[in-house]
């Protein structure tokens, strides 16, 4: 998995830390040392992270408990180079027990552990944001929630960087409020400005990728207000166990130590989707994993697998044909959010989008969709990247969805391109997965897997085919009406011309010819209409020819090589 | 095809021919002889370029077209106008006669000259006749010295005695405007140099070797042209090319002897088949004993181009392939002023006089 070793090595020196091990410097030194790893570069994208990190909660929780989300972002400069950013939700709130460990401990969270689409994924951002306010300010993050029981809970946490624990300054209950959700002060060190990578751009991507959330952003020069578009959430999520062909050594043996099953049979059937007794049995025995009569061993305690066997298990998995994860785990946003959310924010003359069929790289699935918008207010090209509709605003040049956008031929479709388009469009990329491939912690490029860009321009192509026909539409109308007035143009001086060899009038010869010209664009236009509408019908029959993608997610089994 | 006596007529049938089509509510249609490399051929026979026979249709609806059809019918009134008023008009007053601005834009009737003169072109194509004949001039390119009277009208021009300048040879030297009298030359030397040309008058080359000595100032023009042909075909003068040794040069002695792609339809008039080319080349570098330091090494343009001319029909002769290859082989060219690192008179007591002697001429 692209998730660090560094982290693993974190989460498991955080259980030694609690149980009183020495070796417990290591996550503060981590996160000291490795704040870039996380994003914390310099002072403008820090901001734009903690930003981030608590809207992307905000959202997440909100819609969790499916509720249409408002979330209220404020950023206020005290002094120069150091904010107050508050972050306030409508989610259901937090339990008063867990609000110091959610901040308070880095890695802690119930996303970890879980396979399940949502935008957090490490149980990282949030305290990390708690732990980079502190290192810079020296002051205590501030939380507010309330879960609508007319308690409101007031804490004012630290992190004991050395232990990975909260340290509650100060903490009380406040009464006689009737609301439930999240309210969190920052005060930290940053840098405000409004360019491409910044706080606000974040919020316009993010309104546009979650068109049902009412956004209220005070910034240090004004308000900003994103309306909710639409009022309906993407459908739920559900979870699910991980993939054997997403599993690699390293994973599975913790995995196996970890495990409560009492054998490795039971265990791969109840950790894993998709691995029935058969398949269990097919695995132990080509992993060599046998017993004293030369059968598979399938009654060996998983905490009883060397490491050796190991090796062959994931072998063995990679020599095993397996059913494809199951999909309902995604939450697309679907093409109509996806329009309405463009539309909204960017008020364009044209949009499309389309939500590709799921499809899986190494075991985990994944769902792509692509939105382009063109023409209105729309003035330069715009790439707008997303997974699980958090924007994506730096490390453009090294993510799948770049590579994508510039490996499509443009111009075939009519855009203006050079590699990237340069007409007024806006594209919008979206990944939506359980496990989204990030190149890095921070999360802000897509790994290049072949299926993953192939996937996006299969999307961008189709979104494409529909903006070339828009387009040439648009373009025929321009041609016709500029056809017509060079006819009209040049009308006159020709007359003129012809009357001075004929001797006839000028006007009569110049009716005549307007009368030609005008008689000869009907004719013309009626012809492209019907050409229009034959290209049409040939495209219509080409599109239902093509290979049905979910054809091939139902009969799965294709090699574990192919979809690496 | 021989040229039309009545230019006037032609105008007028073109124009209602046009009309005509119009008022049957049709999409008028000019057709023109395509001027291009691929509707020319070379006539072994006469040993001119000719135009072929192929056409293109110049349609108002096509909006490619309009704009040049407009135009076409607007220089075909105005010659009309000028040819009734009795006078001729230089290209250039024509292009002015013809500029105005299109009401309700900011686009002109014509935009350059270089807009106006192609149409005159296409129009002498398509009429059959001859800008001259439309009572269009162009500006005089050039010069001419020797033993010929010039009856220009009135007036009777001595062209031995013109000095230092020479006669200038106006852009129409049709028989019915220009008549040669007393032509007491053996020959005729077309230089493509000025300078050149100077020297050899300043020399008295001309009296010495008893020919006429014409400079076309580089490419020559139509009246240059016309006159070279007219001086061989009516007084059977031979005629010698006398350029630079590069590519350019011998580009300018093929369109003098065998026409040029643009004027195509007017070889017969323009072009000198019998013209032979006395020099430079760059096999005289040896012959001549030129110091090697004058040359000049070819660039990329110039083996282009001569590897282009290598192709050419009319370079074909074994002779003219062999000089080609040879100029590629020693990697040079040379320029006729070259020739003075031997003596400023070794171009007109040396050079030529030899080279005519011996006859030691590319066909």
């Known amino acids: 998995m692209i998730e660090g070793n560094a982290i693993d090595n974190g989460k498991v020196k955080t259980a030694q830390m609690v149980s009183g091990s020495a070796r417990e410097i290591a996550i503060s030194e981590f996160f000291e040392k490795n704040r870039h790893l996380l994003g914390y570069d310099n002072k403008i994208k820090a901001l734009l992270i903690i930003v981030k990190e608590g809207v992307d909660n905000g959202l997440d929780a909100t819609e969790e408990a499916r509720i249409l989300p408002d979330i209220y972002i404020k950023v206020e400069e005290l002094e120069k180079e150091k904010y107050k950013i508050i972050i306030k939700d409508n989610g259901p709130g937090i339990l008063k027990k867990h609000i110091p460990k959610i901040f308070g401990t880095l890695l802690y969270g119930s996303k970890f552990h879980r396979l399940r689409q949502s935008r957090g994924q490490q149980g990282l951002g949030i305290s990390c944001a708690v732990l980079y306010s502190q290192l810079t300010t020296g002051q205590p993050t501030e939380i507010i929630s309330s ?20 340290i509650i300054i100060d903490e009380d209950v406040l009464d006689g409020k009737d609301w439930h959700g999240t309210q969190i002060t920052f005060q930290c060190e940053g840098l405000y400005r409004e360019h491409k990578q910044s706080v606000l751009e974040y919020i316009k991507q993010t309104a ?15 308000r900003f207000e994103f309306k909710r578009g639409i009022e309906k959430l993407p459908k739920e999520p559900k979870e699910i166990k991980p993939h054997l062909y997403g599993v690699e050594v390293g994973i599975l043996a913790r995995m196996l130590k970890e495990s409560k099953t009492r054998t490795l049979s039971g265990f791969l059937t109840s950790e894993f989707t998709r691995v029935g007794k058969t398949i269990a049995k097919e695995i132990i025995k080509k992993a060599g994993i046998l017993d004293d009569k030369g059968e598979a061993f399938m009654m060996i305690s998983p905490r009883k697998v060397t490491d050796d066997q190991i090796v062959s298990l994931v072998k063995a998995v990679k020599e095993t044909k397996l059913m494809r994860p199951p999909t309902d785990c995604l939450s697309p946003l679907g093409g109509h959010l ?19 069929p799921p499809a899986v790289y190494r075991g985990w699935p994944f769902q792509i969709e692509v939105g382009i918008a063109y023409g209105g207010s729309i ?10 509709r958090v924007p994506l605003l730096y490390q453009a040049g090294g993510c799948a969805i770049t590579k994508s956008i510039s490996g499509t031929d443009w111009r075939r479709y009519g855009v203006q391109s050079d590699k ?3 007409d007024p469009v806006a594209i919008f990329v979206h990944m939506a997965s359980v496990w989204v491939p990030f190149t890095s912690e921070s999360k802000e490029a897509i790994a290049s897997y072949p299926i993953i860009i192939k996937e996006i321009k299969l999307a961008l192509q189709e979104c494409a085919r529909k903006l070339s026909v828009y387009l040439s539409g648009v373009r025929r109308a321009q041609y016709q009406a500029e056809r017509r007035s060079i006819f009209e143009r040049y009308a006159h001086e020709t007359a003129v011309a012809l009357s001075e060899l004929t001797g006839k009038p000028i006007e009569k010869i110049e009716t005549d010819i307007k009368d030609i010209a005008e008689k000869n664009i009907k004719t013309i236009e009626l012809s492209e209409q019907a050409t229009e509408r034959l290209e049409k019908e040939m495209k219509e029959g080409e599109n239902k020819k093509e290979p049905d993608k979910e054809k091939a997610d139902k009969s799965v089994q294709s090699s574990p090589e192919k979809e690496v | 095809m021989p040229i039309t006596e009545k230019p006037m007529e032609r105008l007028k049938e073109l124009g209602n021919k046009t009309l005509a089509q119009i008022e049957k509510k049709k999409n008028p249609d000019i057709e023109l002889p395509v001027r291009v490399l691929s509707n020319i051929y070379f006539d072994e026979k006469s040993g001119l370029v000719r135009l072929g026979d192929k056409l293109s249709h110049r349609t108002y609806l096509n909006v490619a077209h309009t704009r040049k059809f407009m135009q076409t019918l607007m220089v075909a009134a105005e010659c009309k106008k000028i040819i009734e008023q009795g006078v001729t008009t230089s290209i250039r007053d024509l292009y002015y006669a013809l500029k105005r601005t299109i009401p309700g834009t900011k686009e002109n009737t014509v935009e350059d000259q270089s807009e106006s003169d192609p149409i005159i072109e296409d129009l002498e194509a398509a009429l059959n006749t001859l800008r001259e004949r439309l009572n269009l001039k162009a500006d005089r390119k050039g010069y001419l010295a020797g033993r010929i009277k010039i009856i220009d009208g009135k007036d009777t021009i001595d062209a031995s005695k013109m000095g230092s300048s020479g006669w200038a040879i106006p852009s129409n030297v049709e028989p019915e405007k220009i008549k040669f009298a007393d032509v007491k030359a053996d020959y005729v030397l077309v230089i493509e140099k000025d300078a050149v040309w100077q020297r050899l008058n300043e020399d008295k080359f001309w009296d010495k070797e008893n020919c006429i000595i014409i400079t076309g100032k580089g490419q020559p023009d139509r009246g240059t042209r016309r006159a070279i042909n007219r001086l061989h075909n009516e007084f059977k003068l031979p005629v010698y090319v006398l350029t630079d040794a590069d590519a350019w040069g011998y580009y300018i002695y093929s369109v003098i002897k065998q026409g040029s792609i643009n004027l195509s339809f007017l070889s017969d008039r323009l072009g000198t088949p019998e013209a032979r080319f006395i020099g430079l080349t760059t096999q005289d570098v040896e012959k001549f004993n030129i110091p090697k330091n004058v040359t000049i090494k070819l660039n990329k343009g110039d083996i282009k181009r001569t590897n282009e001319m290598l192709k050419y029909v009319w370079f074909k002769p074994k002779e003219w392939q062999q000089e080609l290859n040879h100029m590629l082989k020693v990697d040079h060219k040379l320029e006729l002023e070259a020739l003075s690192a031997k003596g400023i008179k070794f171009i007109s007591d040396k050079y030529l006089p030899q080279k005519i002697k011996e006859k030691d001429f590319l066909p």
């Not at chain 1, 630290?158 to 232990?163: E, F, G, L, N």
């Not at chain 1, 996806?338 to 590709?356: D, H, M, T, W, Y």
């Open chain 1, 338 to 356: 996806i329009e309405e959310g463009l539309k909204k924010e960017l008020n364009p003359e044209f949009v499309v989008a389309v939500s590709r």
């Open chain 1, 379 to 388: 003035t330069e090209a715009k790439f707008m990247r997303f997974a699980n």
């Open chain 1, 420 to 422: 990237m388009p340069t």
């Open chain 1, 147 to 166: 879960t609508g029981d007319g308690k409101t809970h007031r804490y004012k946490l630290k992190i004991d960087v050395k232990k990975n624990e909260p």
């Open chain 1, 208 to 222: 546009i990728s979650n068109p049902y959330a009412n956004i209220i952003f005070d910034s240090p020069t004004g």
